[in-house]
């Protein structure tokens, strides 16, 4: 029963972040720059300057890496068809009068 409701929440969160992509990268940057910036702070030695750079530079990184996974997954929804089974209810019906012949 445990390993449904683990299945379900995986699903759920893998669905949140296929529908809303920009938020998730988006999302990624900002804990990627605080999480780097916690950790510059906590090294002794460094200018402020050194640390917000090098914070800056783990966040782009990840960010690079947040819109690459990004890409890949769009492009796997892409080629499975899924993207056009999501969006196909929102497109008025095709009448078949109107295919287009080779």
Not at 50 to 77: N, P, S
């Amino acid at each position: 029963m445990a390993e449904t409701n683990e299945k379900s929440t995986i699903d759920s969160v893998r669905k949140w972040v296929v529908d809303h992509k920009l938020r998730t990268v988006g999302c990624l940057w900002l804990s990627g720059l605080a999480g780097s910036i916690a950790y510059n702070w906590s090294q002794p030695g460094m200018k402020t300057s050194v640390r917000i750079i090098h914070a800056r530079l783990h966040a782009q990184f990840l960010t690079l890496g947040a819109l690459a996974g990004a890409a890949v997954v769009e492009y796997y929804d892409h080629k499975s068809g899924a993207k056009a089974e999501r969006y196909a209810k929102f497109l008025p019906p095709m009448e078949q009068s109107h295919t287009h012949k080779d």
